[in-house]
């Protein structure tokens, strides 16, 4: 039972324009949302979140959208730069009791951002 | 500031045997939580502890079982190792609660033969 789901295994952009990176969740109890950047041999590292309560969190180049009522969210990059070139983990964010959590992870998508 | 440490980074082992993987979090992060990713998918959660307790579980066997010592840093133990088993394991440190806390170490590739 996938509850996060990014079904786009892999996106290529031209260097300069934007990527758009998209999950889906079925949960409608996730009350926090997470994207996760990770490049090989490294653990993922945090990128932007963004609370059930707001639909944009802006950060630098980094916008991420949610669309509560579609359970969709989406990660806007711009402009995208080769550097960017990684996997992309979308996460949400499961309250175990108290002040404890966990994450649920998509499957990832690899962008591919062209020089 | 040092980041959360693993050990080792990468370990082979054949079907049937035990693996120990340990932690070391954030200085000043109680919580240590523990993750599979096995390749093509996305990590996914074993377990987590704070202040020495178990606080969640995943879905996996009674093969894994992890513990929290004094100082917050975690092992991870599996027995009777599977091919299946076969992954990158990750740990991750938080303070309770703070979700976008979470910060995740390099990882241990496991390798099962």
């Known amino acids: 039972d996938q509850q996060v789901k990014q079904n786009s295994p892999s996106l290529s952009v031209q260097e300069g324009r934007i990527s758009i990176l998209n999950c889906d969740y079925t949960n409608s109890m996730f009350d926090y949302f997470l994207w996760y950047k990770k490049y090989p041999a490294e653990g993922p590292t945090f990128l932007i979140s963004i609370s059930s309560i707001k639909d944009k969190n802006e950060d630098g180049r980094f916008t991420v959208f949610l669309n509560k009522s579609a359970k969709h969210l989406s990660l806007h990059i711009v402009p995208s730069q080769p550097g960017d070139s990684a996997v992309y983990f979308c996460?949400?964010?499961?309250?175990?009791?108290?002040?404890?959590?966990?994450?649920?992870f998509g499957t990832g998508t690899l962008l591919a951002v062209q020089p | 500031d040092a980041g959360v440490t693993q050990s080792p980074t990468h370990l082979i082992k054949t079907r049937g045997q035990h693996v120990t993987l340990r932690c070391s979090p954030i200085s000043g992060h109680k919580s240590v939580s523990w993750y599979q990713q096995v390749l093509g998918q996305g990590p996914q959660f074993i377990f987590q502890?704070?202040?020495?307790?178990?606080?969640g579980r995943g879905n996996f066997p009674d093969r894994f079982s992890a513990r929290q010592f004094p100082n917050y840093s975690s092992e991870l133990n599996v027995n009777a190792l599977l091919l299946g088993d076969s992954a990158l394991y990750l740990c991750?440190?938080?303070?309770?609660?703070?979700?976008?806390?979470?910060?995740f170490g390099s990882g241990t590739r496991l390798t099962v033969v």
């Open positions: 502890y704070y202040e020495k307790e178990e606080r």
């Open positions: 991750a440190s938080s303070l309770p609660g703070v979700t976008y806390g979470y910060t």
């Open positions: 996460a949400a964010s499961d309250a175990l009791g108290g002040a404890t959590n966990k994450l649920i």
